[in-house]
């Protein structure tokens, strides 16, 4: 009798976490090794309209942070963000193995119910203990502090369509 009341007390605890934590199956702040774990949908570049996966975004945001800063990272953890006031708008984050480097794009639905990457990618690179996490507040992003010392760099880059 007491083993079916715990497996239903873990039923019920499970049920309520996975409710609590998906919306319109999207998985918001948890970390995942894969996009696709986070978003349940078909994720596009939103210039070329090319269909974007895990190894693909990986393999270019490795390589820009390599080009841009010549720190070679493997990006392995991944976190989708709310953007605030807004239920079209989020934020795909990316943490190195190392902890070191926060890196990520804005996306937003499109009226055709697709996913699609923007041109606004942010990245917080950092030698300190903790801090230098990257933040994201409406469309603007910012890096915190390095604690209890150390530099925290912040690059921003802005694709613009003609």
Same mark, same amino acid.
């Given at each position: 009798?007491?083993?079916?009341? &715990? ?5 019920? &605890? ?5 409710? =609590?934590?998906? !919306? ?6 948890? !970390? +995942?090794?894969? &996009? ?10 939103? %210039? =070329? #309209?090319?269909?974007? %996966? ?21 990006? %392995?953890? $991944? ?10 708008? $989020? ?6 193995? /190392? ?7 804005? &996306? %937003?639905? /499109? #009226? ?27 469309? #603007? +992003?910012? +890096? =915190? ?6 530099? +925290?760099?912040?690059? !921003?880059? #802005?694709?613009?369509?003609?």
């Amino acid at each position: 009798m007491k083993k079916n009341q &715990i497996q239903f007390a873990l039923f019920f &605890i499970m049920s309520f976490c996975l409710i =609590s934590c998906s !919306e319109d199956g999207l998985v918001f702040e948890e !970390e +995942c090794t894969t &996009i696709e774990s986070l978003l349940n949908a078909t994720l596009i570049d939103g %210039s =070329s #309209q090319e269909e974007l %996966s895990t190894a693909k975004i990986k393999s270019e945001w490795e390589k820009t942070i390599l080009e841009e800063s010549g720190r070679k990272v493997f990006l %392995s953890k $991944f976190i989708l963000i709310k953007v605030g006031g807004s239920d079209s708008r $989020f934020f795909l984050k990316s943490i190195s193995e /190392d902890g070191l480097v926060k890196t990520g794009a804005f &996306i %937003s639905l /499109d #009226q055709m119910g697709r996913y699609k990457m923007g041109g606004k990618k942010c990245t917080c690179t950092g030698q300190c203990g903790s801090g230098c996490d990257l933040r994201v507040t409406g469309n #603007q +992003c910012s +890096c =915190s502090d390095c604690f209890p010392s150390g530099d +925290c760099v912040k690059t !921003e880059t #802005q694709t613009i369509e003609e």
